[in-house]
């Protein structure tokens, strides 16, 4: 490909709100270009790259057996119906309506859809285990989309499908999963760990993430460098130290102005936060199934932990079940009773409040609360004497530091980014729908299923995140848009210009991927473009080396540069080192 025809534009500088270094370089390097908030167009450059890491899914999904595919974006609402999400799941989802009224969504996922089609065709045990997947458009109402690629309202998703006959089945096939996807990142040059997670609204009994270590993610992983304990923050336990034992002192209520913070009201009593009660008001959105079509309903929860401690908002879902959860309104505290800012469980309306307490609470001893009442706080506030939770759980974020809860060491918190995931989805959505199939008895069972996502545009992000230095992208070969840039510096001379051609030629000839950068421009502006763009090959044909019968051979990465003979000697170095 000649650059002087090729459709890119490279840039000085990033556009103002690209933060991270992945979205300004693949903004600089004229990958992409960005549409709306979230929304991306990718330029010949940018769509070579995630040509070539789609290519890399492939076959590794095609290696364990998978089969490729295409299933639609546009999806009708009565097959998310039948799997109870089309109520379930908020704003994120993107609806609409054909001209005859029937209402449709752009697919964020594709479970219901994968397992329409599996009912229609499985009907024997004979026909399992077998693995759909695809490369498809996905779209997500993103409420905060940030870092250029990492968090997008359309993205692309291989998402993949495996159905079995039982659980153990699908615990064969997730391990194969899980080797290709290590191969898959390996691959592409990263070092993503697999780390558990929470299913969310995908629901099942199991779930990894693979994240690739970052200071940019927006993940945070608790790990344990003793015993190789290792989690996702969301839904990380931790050892919590039990508390020595006290006499529960009588209630007193006393004046604390200008205390909303736990910090605050440490340090105007002088006392550890240690020994104060953090409450936290949410809304959730609960399953409600009332007037025969299952829905949601909004609950208002209050959170109780201790003072030091921070609020898990994976944790307090799954505690109170919820399909999602969203910081209470300061009119939807005071109706139940409480205040913001010092807010406790005494007192409240419990007919509208579900309390929800983390487990270290109940073993906790005379603890300052709100009083529900501005600049006042109630001391000696006991659980079980004072009030009583309808639940009791962990809901607390573990942190860097706190005690691994499989060998007591010290945990690691550390940035990342997931670029996948791999869930164990069991028979949710094959019994919602009815996909069955007969076993060896003729007896009718539901298909067990597993999920299993990588995140195209994501990957991409990643790897630059991984492989860049201060003058652009360092994309590893199998990534790389190109093998190889020749650099032509005839600088008008005939001669000179005659042999980049030859070299170019020769190099297309033998199978290579090369860009020709023939634009008649400076030295500086071409050697800068080749850096930003990130090839990992440069060969320079200037006039000097012409005249000694050589070109010079830079290597992106390194950054070691040596002069290499005209001929074919030429192509044979160029393959070895495109393929380094």
């Given amino acids: 490909m000649r650059l002087s025809q090729f459709f890119f534009q490279t840039l000085r500088e990033a556009q103002g709100d690209a933060e991270i270094p992945s979205h300004q370089l693949l903004l600089r390097a004229g990958l992409v270009r960005q ?46 119906r039948e799997s109870a999400r089309w109520h379930q799941i908020g704003s994120d989802m993107a609806r609409l309506k054909d001209r005859n009224g029937r209402d449709l969504c752009l697919a964020m996922t594709h479970e219901e859809v994968v397992t329409s ?20 458009t996905k779209f997500r109402d993103e409420p905060r989309p940030r870092g250029g690629l990492i968090r997008m309202r359309e993205f692309t998703m291989k998402d993949g499908y495996s159905f079995h006959v039982d659980a153990g089945d699908l615990d064969d096939w997730y391990e194969k999963v899980f080797q290709a996807y290590t191969n898959i990142f390996r691959r ?18 199991d779930a990894h993430e693979f994240i690739e270590p970052a200071p940019s993610g927006e993940d945070t992983i608790l790990s344990c460098e003793a015993c190789g304990y290792r989690a996702n923050r969301q839904v990380a336990r931790f050892g919590k ?14 004046h604390t102005p200008g205390t909303a913070t736990i910090d605050d ?50 944790k307090l879902c799954n505690a109170v079940g919820a399909l999602q959860l969203r910081p209470a309104t300061p009119e939807e505290i005071r109706a139940v009773g409480a205040e913001p800012g010092f807010g406790s469980p005494l007192g409240i309306d419990r007919s509208q409040t579900l309390l929800v307490v983390d487990d270290l609470v109940p073993a906790c001893f005379n603890l300052v609360a709100g009083a529900n009442r501005i600049d006042y706080h109630v001391v000696n506030v006991n659980y079980g004497r004072d009030y009583e939770a309808d639940i ?18 010290g945990l690691r918190a550390d940035q990342g980014i997931e670029v996948g995931n791999i869930f164990k989805l069991g028979a949710k959505y094959s019994k919602a729908m009815n996909a069955g199939y007969l076993d060896q008895e003729n007896v009718s069972r539901p298909i067990v299923m597993g999920c299993y996502g990588i995140g195209i545009d994501r990957l991409m992000a990643s790897i ?3 492989h860049h230095d201060d003058n652009g992208i360092c994309w590893p070969v199998a990534a790389a848009p190109f093998q190889v840039v020749v650099v032509d510096l005839s ?31 400076r030295a500086g502006v071409k050697f800068k473009d080749a850096d930003l763009m990130g090839i990992p090959v440069r060969l320079t044909v200037g006039r000097r080396g012409v005249e000694k019968g050589v070109v010079e051979l830079k290597m992106r990465r390194s950054g070691e540069m040596k002069d290499v003979p005209l001929g074919d000697g030429l192509v044979r170095a160029v393959m070895e080192l495109s393929e380094t």
């Fill in 241 to 254: 130290d039990q508390p020595v034992a006290e006499e529960r002192l009588p209630l007193e209520e006393v």
């Fill in 464 to 466: 630059v995140e991984r």
């Fill in 491 to 521: 600088g008008g001379d005939p001669r000179v210009s005659e042999v980049a051609e030859s070299v170019y030629e020769t190099l297309v000839s033998a199978e290579l991927e090369v860009l020709f950068d023939d634009r008649d421009d």
């Fill in 392 to 409: 009791i759980a962990d809901i607390a974020a573990a942190g860097d530091g706190d005690a691994c809860p499989v060998c007591g060491g």
């Fill in 265 to 314: 009201l440490a340090f105007f009593l002088d006392i550890p936060s240690t020994k104060t009660a953090k409450a936290m008001f949410m809304v959730a959105t609960v399953p409600d199934d009332q007037g025969g079509e299952v829905g949601a309903a909004d609950r208002f929860v209050f959170a109780v932990l201790r003072g030091d401690m921070e609020l898990s908002d994976t």
């Fill in 35 to 80: 549409v709306a908030s979230g929304i991306f167009a990718y330029l010949p450059l940018g769509q070579r790259v995630k040509r070539r890491i789609e290519e890399i899914v492939r076959e590794e999904m095609d290696a364990i057996g998978g089969q490729e595919v295409v299933l639609p974006v546009v999806q009708p609402a009565d097959l998310w």
């Fill in 188 to 205: 592409c040059g990263l070092d993503a760990v697999a780390v558990r997670s929470d299913p969310g609204m995908m629901g099942g009994s």
């Fill in 117 to 136: 089609l599996i009912r229609d065709v499985v009907r024997s045990y004979r026909q399992m285990p077998c693995l759909l997947y695809q490369v498809q």
